[in-house]
């Protein structure tokens, strides 16, 4: 059975506005939801940035299914306090809170002031700060010394069960990493083989749980105006790591993007008129390997494109997945 997800962008949409748009977003008959968690925008246009722990409680008391966030614990978020936010939100919402945990970006984790470290550094960071979580969720008080630190913590207010950790990954290398500890990978789409190689790499070494793929998209009543949309609201997107890790600012952002390409920005958002075109485009993306897909349309207005998921790009998809 398919499993069609809303992605809630707080890059781009207020945080009362984002709420309204979930609820929408479940209405229209989305299976689920997730969210970004971003202290600035990627561009000056998007204009927002929502504390994604605030709004994702309200959004699991608004809605009914399952919600998960992007965290990077280990900066910005001492493990500690990630361990605690978690066990409440699932204590509050059973079963319905996820969260995949990457190793950060210097635009969200720079305004600690700490130097930011190399990828691998952070790797391990991240690994670190996964086995605090887990000890804490499991009930442990746990001191450690070492990339993180911490001093005989406790979290009281716990879950039955834990929330499922995934691991996120945009490449084959960290996809095969994360395998040892994940409970499963996230991953936003690029070019088909690619993705391919990050789900084998996944699977290959012994990877478990579900692979949830994001899909950008760029949906209007013309291909120029997706397109417009698209350049205006997402043009970042033709950024790659390790550049788009390692930048600071959302002015930086928008001074190494430059001219835009177009065929670059069509390859990093799926551009499309057409709700039944579209539907098809990105279930041939999850046909490759992933169990839930997650659908992000890059405009600040929601409405639109959510009739149209309801009416035909969640129909079709279900048809075919």
């Known amino acids: 059975m398919a499993f069609i ?11 009362s506005a984002l709420l ?15 969210c970004s968690d971003h202290l600035a925008p990627w561009l000056p246009e998007q204009g927002e940035s929502g504390f994604a722990l605030s709004w994702i409680a309200a959004a699991l008391a608004r809605t009914s299914f399952s919600i998960g966030m992007v965290n990077a614990p280990g900066q910005r978020y001492h493990p500690v306090v990630m361990a605690q936010a978690f066990a409440t939100l699932e204590e509050m919402f059973p079963w319905r809170f996820w969260a995949a945990l990457g190793s950060g970006e210097a635009m969200n984790e720079h305004v600690t002031g700490d ?22 969720l499991d009930g442990e008080e746990v001191t450690r010394d070492g990339l993180v630190r911490v001093h005989r913590a406790r979290v009281w207010s716990r879950p039955t069960q834990p929330p499922p950790l995934l691991a996120t990954a945009v490449s084959a290398e960290t996809a095969r990493w994360a395998a040892s500890w994940a409970q499963g990978l996230a991953t936003v789409a690029q070019e088909p083989a690619a993705l391919a190689r990050v789900v084998d790499a996944y699977r290959s070494a012994g990877g478990e749980g579900p692979c949830v793929l994001q899909v950008h998209v760029s949906s209007a009543d013309t291909d120029a105006e997706a397109l417009d949309l698209a350049r205006t609201q997402w043009r970042q997107g033709v950024l790659t790591p390790p550049l788009a890790w390692n930048i600071e600012q959302p002015e930086d952002f928008d001074a190494a993007v430059g001219a835009v390409d177009e065929k670059a920005l069509r390859s990093a958002v799926l551009v499309e008129h057409d709700p039944v075109a579209l539907a098809e485009r990105v279930a041939a993306l999850a046909g490759i390997g992933f169990d839930r897909v997650y659908l992000h349309h890059v405009g600040q207005e929601q409405s639109g494109f959510l009739a149209a998921a309801a009416d035909a790009v969640l129909p079709r998809m279900t048809e075919l997945l």
């Open 5 to 15: 997800g809303f992605h809630a962008s707080h890059e781009q949409i207020p945080p």
């Open 115 to 136: 130097p930011w470290p190399s990828k691998e550094v952070r790797n391990l960071r991240l690994r670190e700060s996964v086995d605090v979580i887990r000890r804490l």
């Open 20 to 34: 309204d748009a979930v609820v929408a977003a479940e209405a229209a008959g989305f299976d689920g939801a997730m």
